[in-house]
């Protein structure tokens, strides 16, 4: 069974940085990508951002020039760098594998569990 574990969540202030990690098994190599999804309470889980296989990044406009996605292939690990953070990015994060559906749109098929973002004003 496939699996996703998220690490590097935790509390930090307002303009700090976290890095969050989620190794990866070789069979996601058969997908089209993976993705960092985020949701707080109340609200719906959202696409962070994502990097397809062969490497093409997208950002949430949120999020833009201050995360940054990156995936070592040797390591096998997706890393997501969140610098200049700020209150409104304090959630739930979870990483996810992407793969073709039916209509060959690349969507979030395996999920994480999840880690915990806290951003303190």
């Known amino acids: 069974q496939v699996q996703l574990m998220e690490s590097g969540g935790g509390t930090v202030q307002a303009g700090g940085s976290l890095q969050l990690s989620c190794p990866f098994s070789?069979?996601?190599?058969?997908?089209?990508?993976m993705g960092w999804f985020r949701q707080s309470p109340g609200t719906e889980r959202e696409l962070v951002s994502s990097?397809?296989?062969?490497?093409?990044?997208t950002y949430a406009d949120s999020v833009k020039d201050r995360f940054t996605i990156s995936q070592d292939n040797v390591k096998k690990v997706l890393y997501l760098q969140m610098n200049s953070l700020k209150t409104e990015d304090a959630a739930v994060y979870y990483c996810?594998?992407?793969?073709?559906?039916?209509?060959?749109?690349?969507?979030?098929?395996?999920w994480g569990q999840g880690t915990q973002v806290t951003v303190s004003s």
């Open positions: 070789q069979y996601i190599f058969s997908g089209c990508g």
């Open positions: 996810a594998a992407l793969f073709g559906d039916a209509t060959l749109r690349c969507v979030p098929q395996i």
């Open positions: 990097i397809s296989r062969d490497g093409t990044t």
